[in-house]
């Protein structure tokens, strides 16, 4: 199988503050994993890609200093949220690839900034 | 932007009825996903389909390539309500930076009433 976990699963702020979410391929290897983020009944929208070893590369309209990812391992990339405001709030979801392009997505994380 | 049309949108049906969604873009994937999302939760993956043409049984659930792989179908028979959450469809394409990076339609709602 391939299990990718995300944590913490929920997460509630105040505004300004800074909220860090990991994720985590726990039976595989993944060079390259992804960060999402989902509004309530929409359909997933691709924020960065996550390399081991090297810069994010983030899709047009995402701010790599407001989204800082960190790839630090084969395993494991995090995503903080910096100076979080309610615009934030979101359902953000990671996923790491497979070999051959598959890939398997973690539970999501749920973030609330009040 | 390479946009994947998902219809329909939301399907309310019988127990017991066939249904089918529709996945069509104008560009050409590498190969296509179905995932499968319950609310609060991450999308599992259902299949991957890569061969113009090609078809994928998984139980009651039938998946299917177009022959120029730029469509692809979803079709279950006698639907149970145990099948009742969001149906995503994604396009597989390789970026720039030689990583496969998925393109979502926007999902299809399914009910299934007992």
């Known amino acids: 199988g391939a299990v990718v976990s995300q944590h913490p699963s929920r997460v509630i702020c105040k505004s300004g503050t800074s909220v860090k979410i990991e994720c985590r391929s726990l039976?595989?290897?993944?060079?390259?994993m992804f960060w999402y983020r989902q509004f309530p009944k929409q359909s997933l929208m691709l924020m960065a890609t996550?390399?081991?070893?090297?810069?994010?590369?983030?899709e047009q309209g995402v701010e790599k200093d407001k989204f800082l990812i960190n790839h630090a391992s084969l395993t494991l990339s995090t995503l903080t949220v910096t100076s979080a405001h309610p615009e934030d709030s979101s359902f953000y979801i990671c996923?790491?690839?497979?070999?051959?392009?598959?890939?398997?997505f973690g539970p999501g994380t749920r973030l609330t900034v009040l | 932007t390479q946009l994947l049309e998902q219809s329909p949108q939301f399907l309310s049906i019988q127990e017991g009825e066939n249904l089918t969604v529709y996945c069509n873009s104008s560009?050409?994937?590498?190969?296509l996903q179905w995932y499968r999302q319950e609310p609060g939760e991450g999308p599992v993956l259902l299949v991957t389909v890569v061969t113009g043409g090609e078809v994928k049984k998984l139980k009651r659930l039938t998946f299917q390539f177009g022959d120029a792989r730029k469509d692809s179908s979803l079709h279950i028979t006698a639907a149970q309500p145990g099948d009742t959450g969001l149906y995503l469809c994604a396009g597989a394409r390789i970026s720039g930076a030689g990583s496969y990076q998925l393109t979502f339609g926007k999902g299809t709602k399914l009910s299934v009433i007992p």
């Open positions: 996550s390399n081991e070893g090297s810069k994010a590369t983030y």
């Open positions: 560009s050409v994937f590498s190969s």
């Open positions: 039976d595989f290897q993944a060079t390259t």
């Open positions: 996923s790491a690839m497979k070999r051959g392009g598959e890939q398997f």
